[in-house]
């Protein structure tokens, strides 16, 4: 079975951060871009799976009430020498909308 590199983006989380000095919680949205090497029969099968991998990362990452939009961004076919286990995220800040 190939192997797949997958980046995927994430939209629409929201994190409570507190002041130290003032003490009030602030809402802050952000996104996140990460990457995941599946093994899967095609590329329709392969972004299923990274997405369904990186869901189950990102979730306690975010308020409860504002879920994950993920996509992704990029499929490519992984040569077995670059497959490794990949995990963490690089989190940028959101507008608010």
């Known amino acids: 079975m190939p192997s797949y590199w997958v980046l995927i983006n994430g939209s629409g989380g929201r994190s409570r951060t507190r002041t130290w000095f003032l003490g009030r919680a602030t809402v802050r949205p952000f996104g996140?871009?990460?990457?995941?090497?599946?093994?899967?029969?095609d590329e329709v099968a392969a972004a299923d799976r990274a997405l369904r991998l990186v869901k189950a990362d990102a979730e306690p990452l975010t308020l409860p009430d504002a879920p994950w939009t993920l996509s992704v961004?990029?499929?490519?076919?992984?040569d077995e020498s670059e497959v490794r286990p990949v995990r963490g995220f690089s989190f940028f800040p959101e507008q608010p909308q």
């Open 32 to 41: 996140f871009y990460t990457s995941r090497y599946v093994t899967a029969d």
């Open 73 to 78: 961004v990029e499929i490519e076919l992984a």
